[in-house]
């Protein structure tokens, strides 16, 4: 299996120092089920890019939106693009994970749910975040797929898995399994 190690959480808004640190991780540990771990800052997406780029694997962390989802996943498009156009051969020695965080997103959420107060409103608490991993694995699914995908597939390019991550909830109210059996399932 894989094992993650993180680069220092102060370098978030730091894209070269995190390029460093995760260069420097890499490098020490020296092995190949090693997955750096970066979070899916705005700094944090272009260090990711490149250390793709330079056939290392990562685990991307901290992402809480669809959005930034979407640019991960164009940073490991076109660091495998460029890992490939290199000159490396076969793309699957590199591994990635995206690791999309969910009960904080919900926590979050719920809070301004509750300070609108509606019962519209309040019928939604802990029922955003499910939505939204669903709607990133739809995404997940079209950005692996089609001509662009299939050429670095060719290459022995393996899928960017999203990892659900943060699934134990926050609030006492829900069932300690709801994002577990809701994601399964």
Known sequence: GY???EVDPGLASDTDGTI???RHLHEAIDAPNVLVKIPATAEGVPAIRTMLAEGRSINVTLIFSIDRYAEVMEA????????????????????SVASFFISRVDTEVDNRLDAIGTDEALALRGKVAVAQAQLAYQRFQEVFSGPRWEALAAKGARVQRPLWAS???????YPDTLYVDTLIG
Request: aromatic letters at 6%; zero cysteines.
């Open 3 to 5: 094992v993650s190690v």
């Open 76 to 95: 490991y498009l076109a660091g495998l693009e460029t890992y490939a156009a290199s000159g490396a051969e076969d793309l699957s020695k590199v591994a």
């Open 20 to 22: 460093d640190s995760a």
């Open 167 to 173: 699934t134990s909830t926050k609030n006492p109210d």
